[in-house]
């Protein structure tokens, strides 16, 4: 069960995992706008895809508005109580 | 037979009905024999075309052996020999039959190298599969099986009319090869609507959250790796190219993780994400392109391993706690941690993180879209990939091992670590993701066209690692947005369900009405003055020709007795009386005729 000790290691440690999560991302947005280092000349296909953390902004909102507008969608009469069909 | 050449899927076949036979003791051994069998044999496999049949007048081809179909015989073996070792412990003949056969359906498609044959084997998968929803025996699951075996019989039908009028116009030639994707003529859109019914592709798709959500713990481990990637090698086969697919596969993509943000049963949730990963296969086959079809391949291969490590933790999850839903479980961690760790390297494949399998065959596709100008494709695949690991990397592990306890006591007590064989089918599946992920050539060299296609570049690696760490953020902010809600979502099944309970309605109300108004009618403008013509023909018969009968017989009884009352004694008698008579009247006139002289 030291997989679980492990689990319960980080848990317990939440904060800190928390904020070493914060610091990867500031990392990783502040390394993709290292020319030196990410080359986007050969990669990128459009341009909004050379800005600094386009992708990052990309994944948050998209995901922002996956959950809202899905939620929206199944909210307007899409999501049904469970025994919907039964007769 | 041309030659003998030993199919691979008539070794699970066989292999599948002797197993009744099989002694208790040498089962588990037996079961893992025969798809290690299949596995060497498909290895050994070598390219050309085998196992020609005549038949009437058409060349039934059983064994067409190239790159496409071995890469995708080598990763289906693979996956039965891995479904099979998750399935154990099942004390069920008849589901271990039923899988092997679908499997065998799958391969026997997979290398088929006419229309015919694929027709036969891409039946027989459906026939198979059902089993694997029925042996669940629960009410539901029978209801949930008719619906797959109806919806699958009609793409069959569909393919059929496709694969008639193909021979029509080719002259009876049917050859499974390329289609003529820049001019398709009718034959050629059934061909595909039965294909992109078992890739499952709106709006033909509802039975597949429905079917899989149903199937048995190690049925949908199965189910989720055959069905739609046989399609999808179908697909490359004959529709590289296809422009309408590229669409329709962007589509695919967006409407798994639309619809996966409402589920609340976490195997309809992954079966969502099936229709959404397959998507990025079936846009691939749409560009067309060398890099897309390899991209499509490598997607189809790494899916079903991830795939089948996703349902694998959700079905042991199933199994040890009997509860699939979000709104019944939660902070399994404690009871199912290594289940937890498997299904979480599963979710970072399917999300395709750096180092996992989903990374080095996702991007592949995506690259393709980008490379041919289609920049919406590339974007909105971008944008489905938020979505995949939305669900399937944070939502799954998180409502089910944390989150919320909904679990209720019964549950909590029954939660425990599944058998070993599951955890170790589980755990062979994650290396299988992660060396894939790590070590490229094994799975590009594979590949039908040579790969010039290099996924580990700082930029891709920046570009998805912002994608996907952005996204947590998004989760874990809106965390609330997502808690589980105790519903289903009602999809493009609701058409046949509902449809079906309306065809039904129709028949005890409308038709029954129109029935009964026609027996109506026909009482009264037919019984009611045939029975009144036939009462007044009862009656003359009684009255008239009865009565001249009995009448006739009543008058000559009549006589009889009269004739009975004159007439008496014996005739002997009568006779005597009437000569003594006669004699006493001749003497008296003898007496008194004579003369006295």
New interface residues.
């Given amino acids: 069960?030291r997989?679980?000790r492990w689990?319960e290691f980080l848990r317990n440690r939440l904060r800190t995992v928390v904020w070493v999560?914060l610091v990867?991302?500031g990392l990783?947005?502040v390394?993709?706008a290292l020319p030196g280092?990410?080359?986007?000349e050969?990669?990128?296909?459009?341009a909004p895809?050379r800005w600094p953390?386009f992708?990052?902004?990309?994944?948050?909102v998209?995901?922002?508005a996956?959950?809202?507008?899905?939620?929206w969608?199944?909210h307007a009469?899409?999501?049904?109580?469970?025994d919907?069909?039964d007769? | 037979m041309s030659d003998w050449w030993v199919h691979p899927a008539s070794i699970l076949i066989l292999g599948g009905l002797l197993l009744r036979w099989v002694p208790a003791r040498f089962k588990r051994a037996y079961l893992l024999l025969v798809p290690l069998l299949v596995f060497g044999r498909i290895l050994g496999l070598t390219h050309g075309t085998f196992g020609q049949v005549q038949f009437l007048e058409w060349t039934l081809v059983f064994g067409r052996v190239d790159a496409l179909s071995t890469v995708f015989g080598y990763i289906m073996s693979l996956m039965c020999l891995l479904g099979t070792l998750y399935g154990l412990h099942v004390r069920d003949d008849g589901q271990h039959l039923a899988a092997w056969t679908y499997v065998g359906g799958s391969l026997g498609a997979i290398y088929a190298g006419d229309l015919l044959t694929l027709f036969l084997f891409w039946e027989l998968m459906a026939l198979s599969s059902v089993f694997l929803i029925w042996c669940r025996r629960r009410p539901e699951s029978l209801g949930a099986g008719f619906r797959y075996l109806l919806v699958h019989t009609a793409g069959g039908v569909a393919l059929l009319a496709g694969i008639v009028l193909h021979g029509q116009a080719t002259g009876g030639d049917l050859t499974f090869g390329a289609f003529d994707v820049k001019a398709p003529t009718l034959a050629t859109y059934l061909i595909m609507t039965g294909f992109i019914l078992n890739a499952a592709v709106p709006p033909l798709h509802a039975w597949l959250p429905d079917a899989y959500g149903e199937a048995t713990f190690n049925g949908s481990v199965f189910l989720c790796a055959f069905t739609t990637k046989t399609a999808v090698y179908a697909l490359c086969r004959g529709f590289a190219g296809m422009e309408i697919l590229v669409p329709l596969g962007v589509i695919m993509a967006l409407y798994g993780?639309?619809?996966a943000?409402?589920e609340n049963d976490c195997r309809r949730l992954l079966a969502y994400h099936i229709i959404s990963q397959v998507g990025y296969m079936v846009a691939g086959v749409g560009l067309g392109t060398e890099l897309a079809i390899n991209g499509a391949c490598a997607h189809a291969f790494a899916h079903i391993l991830y795939k089948g490590l996703l349902f694998m933790g959700c079905g042991a999850v199933l199994h040890m706690t009997g509860q699939s839903k979000f709104t019944e479980l939660g902070g399994l961690?404690?009871k199912m941690?290594?289940t937890?760790?498997f299904t979480l390297l599963g979710g970072l494949s399917i999300s395709a993180f750096p180092l996992f399998s989903g990374f080095v065959s996702k991007s592949m596709i995506v690259a393709a879209g980008?490379e041919e100008h289609k920049?919406w494709a590339?974007f909105l695949l971008?944008?489905a990939s938020?979505?995949t690991f939305?669900h399937t990397g944070l939502k799954v592990p998180y409502f089910i091992w944390f989150g919320k306890n909904h679990c209720r006591p019964e549950t909590w007590a029954r939660a425990a670590e599944p058998p070993w064989n599951m955890n170790a089918a589980m755990a062979v599946a994650s290396i299988l993701c992660v060396f894939i992920g790590c070590y490229t050539p094994y799975l590009y060299q594979m590949l039908p066209y040579p790969v010039d296609y290099h996924p580990y570049?700082?930029?891709?690696v920046?570009?998805?690692?912002?994608?996907?760490?952005?996204?947590?953020?998004?989760?874990f902010?809106?965390i609330c947005?997502?808690e589980p809600?105790?519903?289903?979502?009602?999809d493009m099944d609701w058409f046949y369900?509902m449809g079906g309970?309306a065809f039904r309605w129709l028949a005890r109300q409308p038709v029954q009405l129109l029935d009964t108004c026609v027996g109506e009618l026909y009482r009264v403008a037919g019984m009611v003055p045939l029975m009144r013509s036939a009462r007044l023909a009862g009656r003359f018969d009684q009255s008239v020709i009865d009565g001249l009968v009995d009448g006739l017989a009543h008058s000559i009884r009549g006589l009889g007795q009269r004739l009975r009352a004159v007439q008496r004694g014996h005739v002997q008698q009568s006779l005597a009386v009437a000569l003594g008579v006669a004699a006493l009247f001749i003497l008296l006139f003898l007496l008194f005729s004579s003369d006295p002289r």
């Fill in positions: 069960m997989l679980l689990i999560c990867v991302l990783l947005v390394v993709d280092l990410v080359d986007k050969h990669h990128a296909h459009t895809e953390a992708w990052a902004v990309f994944g948050f998209g995901c922002v996956l959950i809202v507008l899905s939620k969608f199944g009469g899409i999501m049904q109580r469970e919907y069909y007769e | 993780v639309v619809y943000v409402l961690y404690q941690p290594w937890f760790l980008f920049l590339g971008m944008l938020v979505g939305l570049t700082a930029y891709h920046s570009e998805t690692l912002q994608v996907l760490l952005f996204t947590a953020v998004g989760f902010l809106l947005k997502l809600e105790p519903t289903i979502s009602l369900r309970r």
